[in-house]
């Protein structure tokens, strides 16, 4: 039997996901680094380094999740940490167009369905598909928890408010990916209430990372800190939570 808490952080080879596998080895878990690209993942895993694990996982290829989760039921037989992390802003966005140009371009009235699909698929159908997969293995861990990586771009309470300055950037996309992430973090935490198993949402702020052409304005390390607050949070934390640093509250 494996001592040590095990988890997983999907799309963990770069940005937030690779800062959130260091801080969660510093706390002494065994940490596999989930990445769609095997030898993406292997890199990221060295420069984490001791008790860190590669894992092929394309959160939106249910063989490559079926196959992740048989690994680990063989190697560790539970998890006790799943940080649903792996997200995608768009899938053609030109690096010099700025985020008010692409919302222009993909509004309600005028956005490929196509590209609302391939976001939505990473975003919330993974989230979903791997949350099914590993449920079985987290069933299986004393008190396991799912913390799953939201935004609060995808805040419906935010958004309804004409005040709120970024409301003009709210699409079908990525902001709406979020919403209907939370929706299904929701359900989940409903469908759990009954179990051990916490599930909480948490926003990491606006960070420099491949996902916004590095024009974030905080550091990965302050990207990944709520995310391992939470995923550290004992079994009598809370579940149902949606908070950035440190612990404030964001709006569904
Ligand atoms: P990032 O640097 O672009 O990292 C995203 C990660 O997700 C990469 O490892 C990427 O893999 C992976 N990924 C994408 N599609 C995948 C798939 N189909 N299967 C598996 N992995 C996949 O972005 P980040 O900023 O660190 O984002 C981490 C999380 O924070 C996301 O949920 C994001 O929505 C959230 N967030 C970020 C910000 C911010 O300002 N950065 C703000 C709010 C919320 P590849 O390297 O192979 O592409």
Known sequence: MHKKPVALVTGANQGIGLQIA?????????????????????????????DTRALQLDVTDQASITAAA???RKEFGRLDVLINNAAISNTGKQPDMSVQDYAKLTRPSNVSLNEVRAIWDTNVFGVLAVTQAMLPLLR???????????????????NSDPAFP????????????????????????????????????VTPGFTKTNLNGYAGTQ?????????????????????GTFTRWENATIPW
Do not use: C, Q, W
Not at 24 to 45: K, P
């Open 140 to 158: 299986e861990a004393p008190a396991a928890r799912i913390v799953n990586v939201s935004s609060g771009v995808g805040s419906l309470t935010r």
């Open 219 to 239: 550091s990965v390390e302050e990207g990944s800190r709520e995310v391992v607050r939470v995923a550290l949070l004992g079994p009598d934390g809370p579940t």
């Open 166 to 201: 970024y409301r003009s950037i709210f699409g079908p996309v990525y902001p709406a990916s979020k919403t209907a992430l939370n929706a299904i973090t929701l359900a989940m935490m409903i469908e759990l209430e009954s179990t051990g198993i916490k599930v909480n949402l």
């Open 70 to 72: 048989e690994r680990i």
């Open 22 to 50: 260091k801080d969660l080895v510093a706390h002494d878990f065994t940490v596999l680094v989930g990445s769609r690209i095997l030898r993406r993942g292997e890199a990221a895993a060295k420069e984490v380094g001791s």
